[in-house]
């Protein structure tokens, strides 16, 4: 005997979503089996990351993120305002700000127009202990650091290959090229988010600087492999440039499902992303009654 619990599919920018609401729904008590059921894009729904909502005694919500390969993760730039704006579709709020609660730490969504959402990202992690990785000791940031692959993942690449590292509630490796698009993503990608340098593995960007106010990006995110879109990837992204001095402090990221205008005024203050959100259709997913019990 089964049940249909109902689910809606978002995006932000092009990272794709499927969002279940676990206050009201009695869910799997095995979360992990149902990303990587839904996940996949032939047999299921498909979806960059499965989130699911929460209560929280610490904010006003809670967000649980889930990968496509069913690992929980700590924080989603662009699933925070897909998430936000499930909320408000939903009658749970109508507030124009309100916290969510990761296990990144609290996240502070606020509507700014139909559509848009903005984020305050809070401060950057820039010790490598913290984000962590062992490409650098010390304070941080780690920046322009050498970083190895092996030869045959890459033979047209360049030979000194360097990464920067930040930390936005989740570890990124940042890497610059001249041709984003001539990057062997699917084959340096996976290289790189099981790197040694990187212990809880890592989501990777390649950037490709446009101009001091425009950077191009590809991500591959762990868990999931090769996205449209990355919010907080975005934010590190900006964050390394700017440290570098190659860019501006208000700048456009230009994803492949996207743009995200991201602003960080100085080193003591957030980081501000601003993206599209958006429904795209709800469903039902057939799920075996003793697949379920009621998680808080």
């Known amino acids: 005997m089964s049940r249909q619990i109902p689910f809606t599919k978002m995006h932000g920018a092009g990272n794709d ?100 959402v903005e984020v305050d990202m809070g401060l950057p992690i820039l010790a490598p202990e913290k984000i962590p990785t062992t490409l650098a000791t010390g304070p941080g940031p780690v920046l322009d650091v050498p970083i190895d692959l092996p030869a045959d993942l890459w033979p047209e690449g360049p030979e000194d290959l360097r990464a920067s590292s930040i930390s936005i509630g989740n570890p990124h490796c940042v890497i610059q090229v001249d041709d984003i698009d001539a ?43 090769e996205t449209l879109a990355c919010g907080s990837g975005a ?14 402090r208000e700048l456009t990221i230009e994803l492949r499902g996207g743009n995200l205008q991201i602003a960080w005024a100085d080193e003591n203050s957030s980081i501000w992303m601003t993206g599209p959100a958006a429904t795209v ?8 009654d003793t697949e379920h019990s009621k998680l808080p």
């Open 183 to 225: 990057v062997p993503l699917d084959r340096v990608g996976p290289a790189l988010e099981h790197h040694v340098a990187f212990p809880n593995r890592v989501n990777v960007e390649f950037i490709e600087i446009a101009s001091r106010d425009r950077i191009r990006q590809r991500t591959w995110e762990r868990g999931t492999g």
């Open 17 to 116: 979503y499927v969002v279940f609401d676990g206050i009201r729904e009695d869910l799997p008590s095995d979360l992990s089996k149902l990303a990587r059921a839904i996940a996949d894009r032939h047999f299921g729904v498909g979806f960059d990351q499965m989130l699911i909502v929460r209560s929280s005694t610490v904010a006003e919500f809670r967000m649980d993120i889930y990968n496509a390969d069913g690992s929980q993760v700590e924080m989603c730039a662009n699933g925070i305002r897909a998430f936000y704006l499930y909320l408000r579709d939903h009658d749970y709020t109508s507030a124009d700000e309100i916290g969510v609660e990761t296990l990144g730490g609290i996240v502070r969504p606020r509507w700014a127009g139909p559509g848009l």
């Open 235 to 248: 934010c590190a992204v900006a964050v390394s440039a700017i440290l570098r001095d190659v860019v501006d």
């Open 281 to 288: 259709f709800t469903g039902e997913w057939p799920l075996e």
